[in-house]
């Protein structure tokens, strides 16, 4: 029971530091583009980089939601599960902005791209962290 107990703790931990980093390196590149461009079309590159990181956070809750379940399926499915929703979620909030802001929609591609950037090479970071 103990072990459950620190892996529940381990697991919100890690889920913890990795929201952070997201916020972290959202706003880091807001600042950086905000410096470099005007700050209209850095808010643009920062929705599109919510279009994605917004979506990442439903899926690491959903995916998370059977912590300590001892069904390894229901785990996949919730994950496959959150999978979906995190694509379709990241195609409509992408929909609307480029509706909204047809004028800029490659700023908000550029932040879409970096916002998967983002996602993926967090976890690296919490890893390299974590030393």
Same mark, same amino acid.
């Given at each position: 029971?103990?072990? &459950?107990? !620190? ?13 952070? =980093?997201?916020? =972290?390196? +959202?706003?880091?590149? /807001?600042?950086?583009f +905000? ?11 920062? %929705?599109?980089?919510? +279009? =994605? ?10 995916? /998370? !939601? !059977?912590?300590?379940?001892?069904? +390894? &399926?229901?785990?996949?499915? &919730? ?8 694509? @379709? ?8 902005? %480029?509706?909204?802001?047809? &004028?800029?929609?490659?700023? =908000? ?11 993926? @090479?967090?976890?690296?970071?919490v ?5």
């Open positions: 029971m103990l072990h &459950n107990n !620190s892996s529940k703790n381990k697991l919100k931990i890690y889920k913890t530091k990795l929201k952070n =980093i997201y916020i =972290i390196l +959202s706003v880091l590149v /807001f600042i950086g +905000s410096l470099v461009i005007p700050l209209s079309k850095a808010i643009k590159i920062l %929705f599109g980089i919510a +279009s =994605i990181i917004i979506p990442t956070l439903f899926l690491m809750q959903k995916a /998370f !939601s !059977s912590h300590g379940a001892k069904n +390894s &399926n229901k785990i996949l499915g &919730n994950f496959f599960i959150g999978e979906a929703i995190k694509i @379709i979620f990241s195609i409509i909030l992408l929909t609307v902005f %480029f509706v909204l802001w047809y &004028n800029d929609a490659n700023f =908000i591609l550029t932040g879409f791209v970096i916002g998967v950037l983002i996602v993926g @090479i967090s976890p690296v970071l890893k390299i962290k974590k030393r």
